[in-house]
T-cell receptor, first 115, second 110 residues
């Protein structure tokens, strides 16, 4: 148990569906992150939030829409996805963003399949 | 962007030490070196980090070259539960980025 919980663990959706991924952290951290992990590729940072403000958008397509209502919760809203978006989506949190000795705590991820 | 290079896979016998190498020749003076590992069906978990000096904790040791262009994660006695993908990561000064490489898949033989 890392203190970062992601739901659902598995998701199958069609290309025309709209769905949301949820992440919750119980660590009192101020920064939250979304990563994408595709088969045989390095983890790709997607978004960073620090004190609920988005500080990084790593050229992510607009069909991925993040939301951070407070420092404990992070959502990733999905719409009109493509099959190549199928991947493991990981959420992480840390005490602060941008501090190079930060330790990030990861959730177990949501395995997304787009049909 | 700063980049890390690791071997794709390594094998070790149970209860023997394991040395996992990482090259990061483009590291800048204030970039930290982190190691995480990812067990099957889990997210990455923190192992250890350092800046210039060698570091020890209950999980592992980190040996950093004097020029900081490479580092080695040392597992002192590998167990079957240490089988995972190990990532060497640079945290880039002035950004919010962790630069993950493709990692080393460690197989531990009983």
């Amino acid at each position: 148990e890392t203190g970062v919980t992601q739901t659902p663990r598995h998701l199958v959706m069609g290309m025309t569906n709209k769905k949301s991924l949820k992440c919750e952290q119980h660590l009192g951290h101020n920064a939250m992150y979304w990563y994408k992990q595709s088969a045989k590729k390095p983890l790709e940072l997607m978004f960073v939030y620090n004190f609920k403000e988005q500080t990084e958008n790593n050229s992510v397509p607009s069909r991925f829409s993040p939301e951070c209502p407070n420092s404990s919760h992070l959502f990733l809203h999905l719409h009109t996805l493509q099959p190549e978006d199928s991947a493991l989506y990981l959420c992480a949190s840390s005490y602060l963003a941008g501090a190079t000795k930060n330790i990030q705590y990861f959730g177990a991820g949501t395995r997304l399949s787009v049909l | 962007d700063a980049k890390t290079t690791q071997p794709n896979s390594m094998e070790s016998n149970e209860e023997e030490p394991v040395h996992l190498p990482c090259n990061h020749s483009t590291i800048s003076g204030t970039d930290y070196i982190h190691w995480y590992r990812q067990l099957p069906s889990q997210g990455p978990e923190y192992v250890i980090h350092g800046l210039t000096s060698n570091v020890n904790n209950r999980m592992a040791s980190l040996a950093i070259a004097e020029d900081r262009k490479s580092s080695t994660l040392i597992l002192h006695r590998a167990t079957l539960r240490d089988a995972a993908v190990y990532y060497c990561i640079l945290t880039v000064t002035g950004t919010y980025k962790y630069i993950f490489g493709t990692g080393t898949r460690l197989k531990v033989l009983a």
